[in-house]
């Protein structure tokens, strides 16, 4: 899902001294932010009723584990890689079948309820415009 933003701004860097955003410094790559972002959609999973642990940091954004799947479940949001404004949140697995514990186990029930709810928020939260969905 991909769309423009101006409600999740970089998080700048509380010190001083600093010259680099908070968010572009050693745990994501440079430029790539999306910390509020994650952290608005993790708050309301939950208000919807969907499982999701607060956002933890990777070179590629901020990714939102989503506990109480049969399979590895969660989605990571970022921003920095496009136009200015330009927000991304992915989905994963984005395959109808996960290999978990020697079998597949069918992830299109998790692939469904999550991309319905964070559709439906972002939309409903009129905090986002020009919405695209990608594969």
Request: charged share 25%; with cysteine.
């Amino acid at each position: 899902m991909t769309f423009y933003s101006d409600a999740f701004p970089m998080i700048p860097d509380p010190t001083p001294e600093g010259d680099e955003a908070w968010e572009d410094i050693d745990e994501v790559n440079p430029g790539i932010y999306g910390r509020r972002l994650a952290e608005f959609v993790a708050q309301e999973l939950r208000g919807a009723g969907i499982a999701a642990d607060d956002p933890a940091v990777e070179d590629y954004g901020w990714w939102v584990n989503l506990p109480g799947w049969p399979h590895r479940a969660f989605l990571v949001c970022n921003a920095g890689w496009g136009p200015p404004g330009q927000f991304r949140i992915m989905f994963y697995p984005v395959r109808p079948r996960a290999w978990r514990w020697w079998r597949f186990v069918n992830t299109r029930p998790c692939n469904e309820q999550v991309t319905r709810a964070v559709e439906k928020l972002m939309l409903e939260s009129g905090l986002v415009r020009n919405v695209i969905w990608e594969d």
